[in-house]
Structure formats: structure tokens, C-alpha cells
């Protein structure tokens, strides 16, 4: 079975940067996206950047400019590095990892990002 492991989750002063990692156990097949996913309290899981196997990418509107994400195809892993923090910006982060067609699905457990004002 495969995982998906996050870290680099915090608590950061707003204007601060932070970098997030996810790395997925195994082996990945096929054409695929990663991206991350956050969820506020009280508020419903919302997109915040992907990028699929071939590199391209997407992200929220609320993120653009301030949220870049990437990955390296050799080691499995995605990674997210958010500039300009803001308190809005605090979150549960999970990492995703989908085959082409829904193919497969796999989410992390998740890593706490706090942003204090």
C-alpha cells in the first residue's frame, strides 16, 4: 500500500515563508498529479496547488504569486514553498497523489501550518 508522508508544517509569523514536503512510499505508475489540498477549521477541504508528473501545474487564486509548487520525479516527493504567510493561510495541509482517469488516490495524514498575525 502505498503513503504519502508529509512534514515541514509549523508555526510562522505572518510574512514568513514555509516549505512543505510530501514523499510517497513505493512506486508510482503511470500519469499522475500531486498537489496539496488545506482545510481551515470549520471550512471545507479547498485545492491549493498540484502539478502533474509532466510538470504542469495550478493553483488557487489565493495562493497565486505567493505559492509555488513543485516535485521531483526521482525521489516521489512534492513540495510547496509559501512566501508572504498570512493568518488566513492557517491550515491543515494534505498532500495527494491521483492516477490519470482516478486510476488511484491516495491523501496523507496531514501537517498543521499555524500563521500567528
Known amino acids: 500500500q502505498l503513503k504519502l508522508v508529509e512534514s515541514g508544517g509549523g508555526l510562522v509569523q505572518a510574512g514568513g515563508s514555509v516549505r512543505l514536503s510530501c514523499a510517497a512510499s513505493?512506486?508510482?505508475?503511470?500519469?499522475?498529479?500531486m498537489g496539496w489540498y488545506r482545510q481551515a477549521p470549520g471550512k471545507q477541504r479547498e485545492l491549493v496547488a498540484t502539478?502533474?508528473?509532466?510538470?504542469?501545474?495550478n493553483a488557487a487564486a489565493s495562493v497565486k504569486g505567493r505559492f509555488t509548487v513543485s516535485r521531483d520525479n526521482a525521489k516521489n516527493t512534492v513540495y510547496l514553498k509559501m512566501n508572504s504567510l498570512k493568518p488566513e493561510d492557517t491550515a491543515v495541509y494534505y498532500c495527494r497523489l491521483q492516477g490519470r482517469l482516478a486510476a488511484y488516490d491516495y491523501w496523507g495524514q496531514g501537517t498543521q501550518v499555524t500563521v500567528s498575525s
Open positions: 502539478i502533474t508528473s509532466v510538470g504542469i501545474t
Open positions: 513505493g512506486s508510482i505508475f503511470g500519469i499522475n498529479t
